[in-house]
């Protein structure tokens, strides 16, 4: 057995996700985890569908056990999202190698971007231009620019590039064995509006689907058939709009500041913006320089979750199951002595671990009462311990 593991979203799963696995298999890998977002995804919104259609979507699609990465750690930075995933990837104690996509598709220079971003991320310079008003990332770009020259600099522009180097970082910081393993993207570049031969990004689909256009050219069948199974019903922010106006008016400045990524006065921003009649108006006044959109959109997200800054003091608990196959079942035989955390597809059982899990599990069921609201009709209540997983 070759076991190689997938940090991943699927928001929806598209062909560029079916040639990631491809790329994955040809290079030996026999057997394939994917830690996957779960109701909501790291911009800071709602996945279009839900975590199980999505899960069940990406063992048709050549995952063979899908595990989810925990709420608090979806609704972070790259950093944190990335230690998150890769954790529970090593804390399974089989995983041979992580593969993810990249646009360079070189892992020597991912591997020097990932040293240099280590080495300035929390310099003096990077902390002055950070206090001078650039957003963390461009702050760090240009110290890593200036130090390192333009070619390591540039391969730290591009969104894949970022979260493979924060992959590696992760490796090296957890003292993992597991090896990185790249694939180069395919033709059309993350976020990019653009149908390029088979291939499209997520959001450019999920524009798509918002817009009614037929998809079938650029996802899976089964993806196709999730859509068209949701009949319009998809997940948004802005069906949160009046729950978002309500928590920010309500909202006191203590509970605001202790929401992670919160700080540096940040606060008194947010709750300044309550003033607004929609969340395009509080996203606009929250918003600088400094504040990314994504990075506003999380802590408005970990607001309505409940998730504090003391649940990120915990690395992910436990490794919840959302589908398999039978393969996915020789993964989990192969982890059975040698896992380091409880892995189960009952979110109840993992609950009654202990305390740091009753908290983990309070927060993902909060993350699906809020998920419910987010859908253009509004889902049950009280789904979170009585979903059926995919098994196959």
Same mark, same amino acid.
């Not at 999202?81 to 646009?103: K, N, P, Q, W």
């Not at 998809?215 to 948004?236: F, H, K, Q």
């Given at each position: 057995m070759k076991i190689s593991g997938i940090v991943c979203e699927y928001? #929806?799963?598209?062909?560029?996700?079916?040639?990631?696995?491809?790329?994955?298999r040809e290079n030996g890998a026999t057997h394939i985890v994917s830690v996957m977002s779960g109701n909501f995804v790291q911009r800071g919104e709602p996945a279009i569908a839900d975590k199980f259609s999505r899960a069940r979507a990406a063992v048709k699609g050549g995952a063979d056990l899908v595990i989810e990465i925990p709420a608090p750690y979806v609704l972070s930075s790259a950093e944190y999202y990335a230690r998150g995933?890769?954790?529970?990837? /090593?804390?399974?104690?089989c995983i041979d190698e992580i593969s993810f996509g990249s646009e360079c598709g070189d892992i020597s220079l991912l591997k020097e971007s990932a040293e240099a971003a280590d080495r300035y991320s929390d310099c003096f310079e990077t902390r002055k231009l950070v206090k001078s008003g650039l957003s963390f990332p461009d702050a760090l770009n240009r110290v890593i620019r200036?130090?390192?020259g333009e070619t390591v600099a540039d391969v730290l522009m591009n969104p894949n590039n970022i979260l493979a180097s924060e992959y590696i970082k992760a490796? !090296? !910081?957890?003292? !993992?064995?597991?090896? #990185?393993?790249?694939?180069c993207r395919k033709n059309a570049g993350h976020d990019t509006n653009v149908v390029c031969d088979e291939f499209a990004s997520a959001s450019c689909i999920r524009t798509m689907i918002n817009d009614g256009q037929d998809i079938s050219g650029v996802v899976p069948y089964y993806t196709n058939d999730l859509v068209n199974g949701l009949s319009g019903n998809i997940a948004s922010v802005s069906a949160l709009e009046r729950v978002i106006l309500y928590k920010l008016r309500t909202a006191s400045l203590?509970?605001?500041?202790?929401? #992670? /990524? @919160?700080g540096q006065g940040l606060e008194y921003r947010i709750k300044e913006s309550a003033s607004g009649n !929609?969340?395009?108006?509080?996203?606009?006044?929250?918003?600088?320089?400094?504040?990314t959109m994504a990075r506003i959109k999380r802590i408005i997200m970990c607001m309505l979750i409940g998730i504090k800054k003391g649940d990120m003091d915990n690395l992910p608990p436990y490794g919840r199951i959302l589908a398999m196959n039978k393969r996915g079942a020789q993964i989990l035989?192969?982890?059975?002595s040698k896992k380091r955390i409880p892995v189960d597809t009952s979110l109840a059982k993992?609950?009654?671990?202990?305390? @740091?899990?009753?908290r983990f599990a309070e927060i993902e069921s909060n993350a699906s009462e809020v998920y419910a609201l987010a859908c253009r009709d509004i889902g049950l209540a009280g789904t979170e311990f009585t979903a059926k997983i995919g098994i196959t």
């Amino acid at each position: 057995m070759k076991i190689s593991g997938i940090v991943c979203e699927y928001n #929806p799963f598209h062909n560029g996700h079916l040639y990631h696995i491809e790329k994955t298999r040809e290079n030996g890998a026999t057997h394939i985890v994917s830690v996957m977002s779960g109701n909501f995804v790291q911009r800071g919104e709602p996945a279009i569908a839900d975590k199980f259609s999505r899960a069940r979507a990406a063992v048709k699609g050549g995952a063979d056990l899908v595990i989810e990465i925990p709420a608090p750690y979806v609704l972070s930075s790259a950093e944190y999202y990335a230690r998150g995933a890769v954790f529970l990837l /090593d804390a399974l104690g089989c995983i041979d190698e992580i593969s993810f996509g990249s646009e360079c598709g070189d892992i020597s220079l991912l591997k020097e971007s990932a040293e240099a971003a280590d080495r300035y991320s929390d310099c003096f310079e990077t902390r002055k231009l950070v206090k001078s008003g650039l957003s963390f990332p461009d702050a760090l770009n240009r110290v890593i620019r200036e130090n390192c020259g333009e070619t390591v600099a540039d391969v730290l522009m591009n969104p894949n590039n970022i979260l493979a180097s924060e992959y590696i970082k992760a490796l !090296s !910081s957890l003292n !993992s064995t597991i090896n #990185p393993y790249t694939v180069c993207r395919k033709n059309a570049g993350h976020d990019t509006n653009v149908v390029c031969d088979e291939f499209a990004s997520a959001s450019c689909i999920r524009t798509m689907i918002n817009d009614g256009q037929d998809i079938s050219g650029v996802v899976p069948y089964y993806t196709n058939d999730l859509v068209n199974g949701l009949s319009g019903n998809i997940a948004s922010v802005s069906a949160l709009e009046r729950v978002i106006l309500y928590k920010l008016r309500t909202a006191s400045l203590d509970e605001i500041k202790n929401l #992670p /990524d @919160v700080g540096q006065g940040l606060e008194y921003r947010i709750k300044e913006s309550a003033s607004g009649n !929609s969340i395009d108006e509080v996203f606009f006044k929250i918003k600088t320089k400094r504040y990314t959109m994504a990075r506003i959109k999380r802590i408005i997200m970990c607001m309505l979750i409940g998730i504090k800054k003391g649940d990120m003091d915990n690395l992910p608990p436990y490794g919840r199951i959302l589908a398999m196959n039978k393969r996915g079942a020789q993964i989990l035989a192969q982890a059975k002595s040698k896992k380091r955390i409880p892995v189960d597809t009952s979110l109840a059982k993992l609950r009654d671990t202990d305390n @740091v899990c009753r908290r983990f599990a309070e927060i993902e069921s909060n993350a699906s009462e809020v998920y419910a609201l987010a859908c253009r009709d509004i889902g049950l209540a009280g789904t979170e311990f009585t979903a059926k997983i995919g098994i196959t």
